[in-house]
């Protein structure tokens, strides 16, 4: 007891005018700090504000990077431009760890802190689902760049949308074609043993056997594997084509086990570059891909026959003709993705201007002038090529990539048509209330 | 002028605490009001780690999976069965006392570090069953559970649980029973016959206490408390996700246990919110958040070496529970 009442003697002695300073300061440092900030209404005058919900750290953190790059240069050529209606825009980022809880927290922080006028970027699947629901209740438009099928399943609300970047569904079927005329009708998959392996099983599947293949064996991967030779016995001898979609960083080692087990003369090997993305093809390991085929949204390497205003695009996001950072080498793009944060921006400013947007009262026309847009040609806005919108679905059709490697750089040998791709929709946001 | 008894003192804080938070709901601007929903959330679930590891002394790696169990239960019947709020909630206790009352049944066959091993080891399973029935819960990218399906049914009429007000008093009804029932817990007998296994087992057993029985009704509880809080998370904010299950949603709550004080009622709560804020204002200002949270831990530790709560019972408060 005495030691308590001792402490408690020392603690009001030691209030000195100093620690008292020290306080306040804090205090004021708490009370300045961002999360304490009162957030005026935009005026007509004030910039158009987007929130990023950006993976810098966690499992996406690779993406992150390069998403932030993407949105930063396509802000700025927007800008540049003239803004949207007039007023500049302005990226207010925040990290959501690459977590779904966070990331729902951060669609919060945006609406209700920040008081942007929509929110946007993100990526990981989990990480969307995560955050759909808050902005489905704070009714602010979530504009998502993350090739899953979660929006196009419309299990989301109406203020999701993905008008950048194909999902998952549509590149799965649209392989299927060229696989089974160019590298063979019996197919192998070999997946991880989770949601984003089982969207590959799901569609690749009924895709190829409409081409007349077949999938003769299913290799599901469990999620904690670290070796994978011994899976490689369960796949039929007369397999023609590997399909894999190995994810995270057992990847390098994954390849590199496929290798050492088949040689040379093993089937032919179809993957897609989600397992490498931000990895060098040139890495140790990966001289087995040599030959094999990838799919790309949007290629990493400067191809030979590239149009003017994909060279303006990869010079905007400072890629070099490798496809890493023109400041560093080693730092590799995730170049079939992040160009759906410049088209998804683009696609903003568009329905934006459309619906003359003045502020948080427009969001819902705003969604509408998504949901009413059809084609979009190639272009500045669209370096990754012709895209077809369908608003029931608030999903993107387009182009596909498939790549060759060929001494250690990926070639586009095929470009897919936006048909290859299509499916018959399964939902209509349109007919859900704001 | 009587002298107030510390069980008074006591009692009258946690009603002001109560009393406290409700007013908030009407003063915290709306983001805060936010955060503080989805706290006393999470606190519950910190409240019923608290009552296994900081009463009994059980350290347990695996109480994600408690979490969890209430989590899926209530979200996967909304979401598959269509079942409304209560009953999904109730679905949702009772997987985790199920979870609860088989885990601990065989892990309380061991102590110390191999309870923590086998209890990590028990929730591990659990993370990955979420994953392998993929068709049923979409594994890792997780379910969005319908918002209209979101409401609590009563007679006179029902609740939206998506609207902000509404969550913000519903989590706190749930924060204030379990509370309570803390409170209750371990100033009754029981509780003190956990705190006593906590600090001497053998001398309990030769006292003719079932230890045993004992430890196993703690992880129970502490089971129930876990599972309602992860249920409540998944009708309060619509996300049902195998990340809930994983390794650091079993680390966090001792963190925040920790943090806020082992073995006292209201430690939980401050360590929730506290670690709340510490990364959400960290993370505006630098990537290197993670950082400023480790250096901000160290702080905690050095100048409050039993917690928030526990270093102020310490010192100045020795009545607090």
């Known amino acids: 007891m005495s030691e308590n009442r001792k402490s408690l003697i020392n603690l009001n002695s030691g209030l000195t005018r100093r620690s008292a300073l020290k306080g306040l300061g804090a205090a004021a440092g708490l009370v300045a700090a961002p999360g304490f900030v009162r957030y005026g209404q935009a ?84 990480v969307v689902v995560g955050s759909a629901p808050a902005a489905g209740e704070l009714k602010i438009p979530y504009y998502v760049v993350s090739e899953g099928y979660h929006v196009a399943s419309g299990k989301m609300n109406r203020y999701c949308v ?56 299913k290799v599901p991967i469990p999620p904690t594997e670290t070796s994978f030779t011994r899976y490689f016995p369960q796949i039929p001898r007369d397999t023609d084509v590997i399909y894999h979609v190995m994810v995270g960083p057992a990847v390098l080692t994954f390849v590199k086990e496929m290798g050492e087990f088949f040689g040379s003369g093993g089937p032919q090997l179809f993957g897609f570059i989600d397992s490498l993305e931000a990895v060098d093809i040139a890495s140790p390991g990966l001289e087995f891909l040599e030959g094999s085929h990838f799919w790309e ?8 026959d590239q149009p003017d205003y994909v060279t303006a695009y990869r010079e905007a996001v400072g890629i070099d003709e490798n496809g890493a950072s023109v400041n560093d080498a080693k730092d590799v793009s995730t170049a079939a993705h992040m160009f759906g944060c410049w088209e998804t921006l683009n696609i903003i400013k568009a329905s934006m201007e459309a619906c003359d947007y003045k502020g948080p009262d427009d969001r819902a026309a705003m969604i509408e002038a998504t949901e009413a847009m059809t084609e979009m040609e190639a272009g500045p806005d669209h370096p990754q090529g012709k895209k077809l919108f369908n608003g029931k679905i608030h999903q993107v059709f387009g182009e596909q990539s498939i790549s060759q490697v060929k001494d250690g750089k990926l070639e586009v040998v095929h470009r897919t048509s936006i048909e290859d791709g299509a499916y018959e929709p399964e939902a209509d946001y349109t007919a859900m209330s704001f | 002028m009587t002298r107030l008894t510390p069980s008074t003192k006591s009692i009258a804080l946690h009603v002001g605490v109560v009393v406290l938070l409700l007013a908030l709901n009407f003063l915290l601007p709306e983001y805060h009001r936010g955060v503080f929903a989805r706290v006393l959330v999470l606190a519950v679930f910190a409240m019923g780690y608290n009552l296994a590891f900081g009463y009994t002394g059980l350290l347990s790696l695996g109480h994600a999976m408690f979490f969890a169990a209430g989590l899926y239960g209530a979200g996967l019947t909304i979401y598959h069965l269509e079942w409304s709020v209560w009953p999904a909630f109730g679905a949702g206790l009772a997987a985790g006392v199920v979870v609860a009352l088989v885990v601990g049944f065989l892990a309380l066959r061991t102590t110390g570090v191999a309870f923590m091993i086998v209890t990590l080891m028990f929730a591990q399973v659990f993370y990955l069953m979420t994953l392998y029935f993929t068709t049923y819960t979409r594994g890792e990218e997780g379910l969005v559970l319908p918002q209209e399906m979101r409401v609590l049914g009563f007679p006179g009429g029902v609740l939206d649980l998506s609207d902000p007000s509404t969550r913000y008093l519903v989590a706190l009804s749930l924060f204030a029973i379990v509370l309570a029932a803390i409170l209750f817990l371990v100033r009754a007998p029981y509780g003190r016959s956990l705190i006593a296994i906590r600090e001497n087992e053998e001398r309990m057993r030769m006292l003719g206490y079932d230890v045993f029985v004992n430890k196993l009704m703690a992880v129970v509880l502490s089971g129930l408390f876990c599972a309602a809080s992860g249920a409540a998370y998944a009708v309060l904010f619509g996300y049902v996700g195998s990340g809930f299950a994983a390794i650091q949603y079993s680390i966090l709550p001792l963190l925040w246990v920790l943090v806020g004080g082992a073995a006292t009622t209201l430690g939980p709560l401050i360590g929730t919110l506290f670690m709340f804020y510490v990364i959400d204002t960290a993370s505006s200002y630098t990537t290197a958040h993670l950082m400023v949270v480790g250096l901000v831990l160290i702080g905690v530790i050095l100048f409050f070496p039993k917690g928030i709560i526990g270093t102020v019972r310490e010192r100045w408060l020795p009545w607090l529970p």
């Open chain 1, 43 to 126: 005026q007509s005058s004030e910039p158009i504000k987007i929130g990023f919900q950006c993976h810098r750290t966690g499992i996406g953190a690779a993406y992150g990077r390069w998403y932030e790059r993407v949105t930063t240069a396509a802000a700025k050529r927007i800008n540049d431009a003239g803004g949207i209606n007039g007023r500049p825009l302005e990226i207010i980022i925040e990290d959501d760890g690459t977590d779904p809880k966070r990331g729902a927290e951060v669609v919060e922080k945006f609406a209700n802190q920040h008081k942007v006028d929509l929110v946007y970027g993100t990526l990981f699947s989990h």
């Open chain 1, 162 to 217: 993905q008008p950048g970047i194909t999902d998952v569904k549509a590149q799965a079927r649209s392989m299927a074609p060229w696989i089974a005329g160019n590298l063979g009708k019996k197919v192998t998959l070999v997946y991880p043993d989770y949601a984003f392996g089982h969207d590959h099983r799901d569609f690749f599947t009924p895709a190829i056997e409409a081409q007349g293949g077949q999938v003769v064996a």
């Open chain 1, 297 to 304: 949204g949007m290629p990493r390497y400067a191809q030979s």
